[in-house]
């Protein structure tokens, strides 16, 4: 839409307005990036591997990539610090799916997805460190005045971040912002702490935010969830406006500048780089040979990186810098690369080093009976990830006397979170024999697994306006057949039982009715070996 068809110029058709809105998206999505800071939430095992890449790892990628820059691409030293330290990010947004996609081993597919958590505010902050050296030097002022005014800055920004954190926290514990007002009240907040703390060091508000954030994250609010899911919605549509805007405002003639020497610039960060930082960084963990190899050429970038250089190029532009205007380019050339590189190779390289998970995706069956582990036992003679969960360890012995995996324990708490890998399953079915139960699990989770992903049995008919009747658009979707979870059970003890039938053009859908008429099918197994419930009316 931008430089080749020549739709959309940013420049032009928003005018002065799209420096100050890029800024407000950063510190947007900088302030996401610090909520989802929860310590708490740190999966057992990995605290050490991810601290030594925050605290060991950071300072060496930053060095790494700020020599790559400058010997490999040819940049100023100023410009390389200032993207080298951005360069540290492994996005959030990007690694998430590409994690969901290649069903990595539960430890490294961890460790990489909280080093992109934690260093995504981090690496933002340490380019705002190197550029606010930078723009300070650029005015001629001494060392002592430069590390003084950006001490004072950084101490106010944290001070502020961590002031409106707490205040904020104290307000929404505490009642004294109603609930529908949480949000823009928050969003309001944001806004005043990031433009307060600019005005006095620039670009300061961007670490004022993150600190907000993450303060807020480790605050354990009973409304932070709401809170989440808002800026989640809110930091996706920011990201995209802002590689629209972003890549819109490209120049071909930049792009052209762009020669042997940035590819050479590519290659070491991806061959490089990346792999030297995270070997040396996770030099004497727990984590094994195989498993230090797949994070350490497992890196892609993602849109903070280009939104945070482009910013910070406009800016090293402005104080007469030559070099910036290549910063957005490059930022976009690596982005692509390592997406493209990891996106296409992480499910191949996990494979080859025996650490991806299961290559057909399973099943949760929340709820432990009789019905669950006949259906749990045929699925997985068929290969299909079957795990049955409940919080009555009685209700889990028909299951384990099948040999069907269990989960002990609450599916909705955070130990089931760490505990059970969520990415190695692609469907839940909620059987248990309280329907309201089935309910909430249906509904807690449909955002994690997708609502059409997360199933029930039909809730029990009840008179209209008892006081128990459940809301009809909360829950999952009704598996086929109509059954209630009593008559199920009633069903099983008169020997019904569930069984897997191949279908062929010698025996047919037709044929398998005509022969079982009172059967109810209930789901289907693909020629690939994934499974699918049947909703009401497939069947």
């Not at 990995?46 to 925050?54: I, N, Q, Y």
């Not at 959030?92 to 597919?109: D, G, K, N």
């Not at 044929?511 to 099918?521: K, L, Q």
């Amino acid at each position: 839409a931008g430089p080749v068809l020549g739709v959309l110029d940013p420049a032009r058709d928003l005018g002065p307005i799209i420096g100050p809105a890029i800024s407000i998206a950063v510190a947007v999505i900088l302030f996401e990036g610090g909520l989802t800071l929860d310590f708490h939430a740190l999966p057992e095992g990995t605290g050490k591997a991810v601290r030594r890449l925050v605290l060991l790892g950071a300072p060496i990628g930053w060095a790494g990539s700020a020599a790559a820059l400058h010997f490999g691409a040819g940049l100023d030293w100023a410009v390389s610090a200032v993207l080298g330290g951005i360069m540290i990010v492994t996005g959030p947004t990007v690694i998430a799916p590409l994690l969901r996609q290649a069903r990595l081993a539960r430890r490294p597919a961890a460790v990489l997805q909280w080093e992109a958590i934690v260093n995504d505010p981090v690496g933002a902050l340490a380019a705002v460190l190197a550029l606010e050296v930078v723009l300070v030097r650029t005015t001629g002022v001494g060392w002592a005045e430069a590390a003084a005014s950006i001490t004072g800055g950084v101490v106010l920004a944290a001070l502020v971040g961590l002031a409106f954190g707490r205040g904020l926290s104290w307000a929404f514990r505490n009642g004294h912002v109603p609930e529908y007002m949480k949000v823009p009240v928050l969003f309001a907040a944001l806004l005043v702490a990031f433009a307060g703390c600019n005005l006095a060091l620039h670009e300061s508000g961007l670490l004022a935010v993150t600190v907000m954030g993450v303060v807020i994250a480790n605050a354990d609010l009973p409304s932070y969830t709401e809170i989440r899911r808002f800026k989640e919605h809110a930091t996706v549509l920011l990201v995209s406006g802002v590689f629209v805007l972003l890549a819109a405002s490209l120049d071909f003639s930049q792009l052209a500048r762009l020669d042997l020497r940035a590819a050479v610039f590519v290659a070491l960060a991806v061959l490089v780089v990346r792999p030297v930082t995270v070997l040396v960084s996770l030099a004497g963990t727990d984590l094994s040979c195989r498993e230090r190899l797949l994070v350490a050429f497992t890196g892609p970038r993602g849109v903070v990186l280009v939104a945070v250089a482009g910013l910070f190029g406009e800016r090293l532009l402005a104080v007469g810098i030559e070099d910036a205007a290549l910063v957005t380019p490059i930022a976009f050339a690596l982005v692509m690369v390592t997406v493209l590189v990891h996106g296409f190779g992480l499910s191949p390289l996990a494979r080859a080093l025996g650490l991806s998970g299961a290559e057909v995706p399973g099943l949760i069956i929340v709820g432990g009976s009789r019905f669950a582990a006949e259906l749990g036992e045929a699925l997985i003679r068929e290969g299909v990830p079957v795990i049955v969960t409940d919080t009555n360890r009685a209700h889990l012995r028909p299951a384990r006397d099948r040999g069907v995996p269990v989960y002990y324990g609450d599916i909705l708490s955070e130990a089931a979170e760490h505990g059970l890998e969520f990415v190695h399953y692609d469907q839940l079915l909620a059987a248990s024999d309280n329907d309201a139960l089935n309910t909430l699990v249906a509904t807690d989770l449909g955002p994690e697994f997708g609502r059409t992903n997360v199933w029930q049995l039909p809730r029990v008919q009840t008179r209209p306006g008892a006081r128990h009747v459940l809301p009809p658009n909360l829950g999952g979707r009704v598996l086929a057949g109509g059954l209630t979870w009593p008559e199920v059970e009633r069903r099983m003890r008169e020997g019904w039982r569930i069984g897997v039938t191949p279908l062929s053009d010698a025996f047919t859908l037709e044929d398998w009715r005509a022969r079982h008429p009172d059967a109810i099918p209930i789901g289907r197994i693909s020629a690939a070996g994934a499974f699918r419930f049947l909703a009401e009316g497939e069947a």
